[in-house]
Nanobody, 124 residues
Framework: VQLQACGGGLVQAGASLRLSCAASGRTISRHSMGWFRQAPGKEREFLAAIDWTGTDTDYSDSVKDRFTISRDNTRDTMYLQIDSLKPEDTAVYYC??????????????????WGQGTLVTVSS
């Protein structure tokens, strides 16, 4: 099973991006999912998580006003909408899945599968 995040790129401050995450070899539609990022020289940072239904979401306080996590289980894809990008948002963005829990109510945070990441670079 391989998770793949995509949609990153080089953008100017103030722009928006939508990142996508899908899995090859397995459905993600039954599982909680999350987004993380790691900036150069920094530790990996939790950004947002979503339950398998898409009803429950959770955000880091640092991004909750500009980031929106969502999913489309009919497309077996999860998204992260990022608005008003800032240079400090420059990082590799990773998606993660909690494949250990299927159809669990609420968000499960035991992320056990990680994608390779997509680079977001924001110029000032």
């Amino acid at each position: 099973v391989q998770l793949q995040a995509c949609g990153g790129g080089l953008v100017q401050a103030g722009a928006s991006l939508r990142l996508s995450c899908a899995a090859s070899g397995r459905t993600i539609s039954r599982h909680s999912m999350g987004w993380f990022r790691q900036a150069p020289g920094k530790e990996r940072e939790f950004l947002a998580a979503i339950d398998w239904t898409g009803t429950d979401t959770d955000y880091s306080d640092s991004v909750k006003d500009r980031f929106t996590i969502s999913r489309d289980n009919t497309r077996d894809t999860m998204y992260l909408q990022i608005d008003s990008l800032k240079p400090e948002d420059t990082a590799v963005y990773y998606c993660a899945a909690d494949f250990a829990h299927s159809y669990y109510p609420g968000i499960q945070y035991e992320f056990d599968s990680w994608g390779q990441g997509t680079l977001v670079t924001v110029s000032s």
